[in-house]
């Protein structure tokens, strides 16, 4: 019998994410720390295996190195197989042609011979910037069921918001007869989800074919879904009804961490069904001797301090009289005495000086106009020092 | 470090925390929010450069079984070497082994096999933080025959059960076993280095000779003239004989000090399970304690140890609690000095309390 999968998973990890700025500067987007101890990377490859997709290729590009290593070889997803599981695939040096990848196309079609590989009926194609749960399962299903060639994930998302997305027009069998990206007048308030399963043999040929096309920006939004629309070939919209968050932007990211807190949260990580798993680091439980509320707090963590609505990841230190307040720490970072941190997203690895300050009350900072709506956010790595204030809105990406 | 294999024994004096050991042998008693002790001896093993490890069983061993899987927490999982289980082996004259001698000759077979020239054999009894290598260089420097490690405190209300004098070299001049003491001793702590055909010998000799009791038969005469150091070590020590000295060796964490020894390095490694961060709601109150990844706190937690999933209801109030994982403590409950194993779900309203010296213990999958 011949080894073969039945769906491939190709997750799209190479993006830049320039939109989180300071977050992104030396790592990729997926790799960014979400919900005290994840990673975003964390919610597709938790999906594909709780899916039983076991199969995933991870497309990196940008910044590859901490994503490498936390994926690793995929054990902490179960996604170390001796057939199968995770590969990183970057970009390589051929005989006739060498490049980086140029669009989401083009990063797939270079890595076809690795499909292949697998002699897979349908692939998944994924991306590494959002947070959600998804049973994949289903979503193939729905695409055998229609026989389709092409099949998109999508959500109904807030008219006013619809042209920040593709947008999908459908008739009342699910099927797209149009598809437009971030229409100026959408028509529909249906948006995709950049979540497709293609019928192996029909994503070979349109990737071939866009190849092929000067003009194309190997894009699958502008390029390759058009063309297969074109050609009329059968698509399918396959509803998702759940929660969805596209972290791209300090405050969509903020948002999607806050909407992790209370007791009765948007978006529940507590369920066992569907476990989200990740590369748990080896710590201790947190040690908490302050007044915390309405927070998360990971392992390692060793609270002495004030927390107040805030998302607090694995190994930070919060020191007596120090207070953090709606505010992201993504871990490893040290709040020392009598520190304020408010309305901030801090990154790995940052030490936040005695009595310093940082960010602003959120009545007042959410009401700054900027890049970050008044987020405060320091970039991995960086110092600021006893007493500095470094003020609302504020995207700081060296020592203070 | 000069090559060395591990041998741990998993199940030692079990009877002595019976509570704790109904369900599973000592080396996989659940401690400090996470870890089980086998953690300690494996995990400094591992740290110390040593990347073959028998695991001797004895029985019960499931529990221990599911925790150590394949060794990969511990780096063990290995082509060479790596993290062998050595189950009860049994020939026709005996079935389960009766005492530490048997237990040893069982891993003779493994020991022969071996191409380490040095073995550390340790217990998975007490929570300590040994640098093996550190013994090995001073066994190898002593040229000794046995190095046996020891541990200066105040003797207890239990007595002992080795206790060394030695000269001022820390060559062993005699051992006292069992024997009613005051002031501080020097207890052996179960751990001893031998050259791997040195060991093989000394179990051939004393299982021809029918010998029962390695320390007895074994140990206290080759003390007596013989070639024998103790090595000190110096750090944290506490022993697991009681559901007592648990409740100490756990609340003992609370100790930023001792934390910091044990933990600091983040070096410890246990079983990984990806439980969600804790969460602490609006009414949550949370006093000098530990908790861990998994846990919803909506009440009040004083000077306690959650383990991973324990939900504190509203209104509850735990107070010097050792509450193993995936409890589950209803709304407006009250628990003090309770020490609850794994799964317990305890209703709302619920009073429960015992005391430092003798804690209120619940059993395994317990609804109350």
């Known amino acids: 019998m011949l080894r073969k999968k039945e769906c491939v998973a190709m997750l799209l990890a190479g993006g830049q994410g320039s939109r989180l700025y300071a977050l992104t500067s030396n790592i990729a987007k997926p790799a960014v720390c979400f919900g005290a101890k994840y990673r975003i990377i964390d919610f597709p490859l938790s999906n594909c295996i709780n899916s039983g997709i076991d199969t995933v290729g991870v497309l990196t590009q940008y910044q590859p190195l901490i994503l490498n290593e936390y994926v690793g070889n995929g054990q902490p997803w179960d996604l170390d197989r001796t057939f199968g599981g995770?590969?990183?695939?970057?970009?390589?040096?051929?005989?006739?042609?060498?490049?980086?990848?140029?669009?989401?196309?083009?990063?797939?079609?270079?890595?076809?011979?690795?499909?292949?590989?697998?002699?897979?009926?349908?692939?998944?194609?994924?991306?590494?910037?959002?947070?959600?749960?998804?049973?994949?399962?289903?979503?193939?299903?729905?695409?055998?069921?229609?026989?389709?060639?092409?099949?998109?994930?999508?959500?109904?998302?807030?008219?006013?918001?619809?042209s920040r997305f593709g947008i999908l027009n459908t008739n009342p069998d699910g099927s797209i007869y149009e598809f437009e990206e971030k229409p100026k007048q959408p028509k529909s308030d249906l948006a995709s989800m950049g979540i497709y399963i293609f019928t192996a043999s029909?994503?070979?040929?349109?990737?071939?074919?866009?190849?092929k096309d000067p003009n194309s920006e190997k894009d699958f939004g502008k390029n390759v879904l058009p063309a297969m629309l074109n050609a009329g070939e059968k698509m399918y919209s396959y509803r998702f009804e759940g929660y969805w968050k596209d972290v791209g932007t300090i405050s969509s990211l903020w948002e999607a961490n806050m909407d992790l807190l209370g007791a009765v949260p948007k978006f529940d990580l507590r369920d066992t069904e569907r476990v989200i798993h990740s590369r748990s680091p080896l710590a201790p439980p947190a040690y908490v001797e302050g007044k915390v509320v309405n927070s998360m707090i990971a392992n390692g963590c060793e609270i002495e301090g004030t927390v107040i609505n805030s998302v607090i990841g694995t190994n930070c230190v919060i020191e007596k009289g120090a207070e953090v307040k709606d505010s992201v720490l993504m871990g490893n970072t040290v709040v020392k005495a009598g520190a304020k941190v408010n309305y901030s997203i801090i990154d790995e690895e940052v030490t936040i000086g005695k009595k310093s300050t940082v960010g602003d009350e959120i009545e007042r900072a959410s009401k700054i106009e900027g890049k970050t709506n008044g987020i405060t956010v320091l970039g991995r790595g960086l110092t600021v020092g006893d007493g500095k204030c470094v003020p609302a809105g504020e995207i700081i990406d060296k020592n203070v | 470090m000069a090559s060395t294999v591990g041998v741990i024994f998993s199940s030692t004096n079990d009877e002595n925390v019976p509570e704790l050991t109904k369900v599973r042998s000592k080396g996989s008693i659940p401690y400090g929010g996470r870890y089980r002790l086998v953690d300690f001896a494996l995990s400094c093993m591992v740290n110390s450069g040593i990347t073959t490890v028998g695991m001797i069983t004895k029985n019960n061993y499931q529990s221990l079984m599911d925790h150590l899987g394949s060794g990969k927490e511990w780096d063990l999982a290995r082509k060479e070497g790596g993290l062998i289980l050595l189950p009860p082996y049994s020939d026709e004259s005996e079935m389960l082994y009766r005492n530490r001698l048997e237990g040893l000759k069982g891993s003779s077979a493994f020991l022969k096999k071996c191409k380490e020239d040095f073995v550390v054999v340790a217990d998975s009894d007490a929570v300590y933080k040994l640098d093996y290598s550190k013994v090995i260089e001073q066994h190898v420097k002593t040229n000794a025959d046995l190095t046996l490690v020891y541990h200066e405190h105040e003797c207890g209300d239990v007595n002992s059960y080795m206790m060394f004098n030695t000269d001022d070299n820390d060559q062993i001049l005699s051992i006292d076993v069992n024997q009613p003491s005051k002031g501080v001793r020097k207890h052996y702590i179960n751990v001893f280095v031998a050259r791997t055909s040195y060991l093989l010998n000394l179990i051939q000799t004393a299982i021809a000779r029918g010998y029962s009791s390695f320390s007895g038969d074994v140990l206290v005469p080759a003390a007596k003239g013989g070639n024998i150091y103790g090595y000190k070590y110096e750090g944290y020590y506490q022993n697991i004989d009681s559901l007592q000295s648990y409740f100490k060796a756990n609340m003992d964490l609370l100790n930023k000090d001792i934390r910091k020894e044990l933990f600091g390095n983040r070096d410890i490694y246990t079983k990984v399970n990806d439980a969600p961060p804790a969460k602490f709601t609006d009414n949550a109150k949370v006093v000098n304690s530990l908790i861990h990844d998994g846990c919803l706190i909506e009440g009040t937690v004083e000077n306690c140890i959650l383990f991973r999933g324990v939900k504190v209801g509203k209104g509850a109030v735990l107070k010097n609690c050792i509450i193993m994982s995936e409890n589950f403590i209803g709304d407006d409950c009250n628990l003090a000095y309770v020490v609850s194993d794994k799964d317990v779900a305890i209703g709302n309203g619920t009073t429960l309390a015992g005391c430092a010296q003798k804690p209120y213990f619940i059993n395994k999958g317990t609804h109350i």
């Open chain 1, 202 to 211: 029909k994503l070979y040929k349109y990737l071939e074919l866009d190849e």
């Open chain 1, 86 to 162: 995770v590969h990183i695939l970057s970009p390589y040096e051929a005989k006739t042609d060498t490049s980086w990848y140029k669009g989401t196309a083009n990063a797939i079609y270079q890595n076809i011979r690795f499909i292949k590989m697998y002699d897979p009926e349908y692939v998944l194609i994924l991306s590494g910037d959002h947070i959600y749960k998804m049973d994949y399962d289903k979503m193939l299903a729905a695409h055998k069921a229609a026989g389709a060639d092409c099949t998109i994930a999508c959500m109904k998302v807030p008219m006013k918001e619809a």
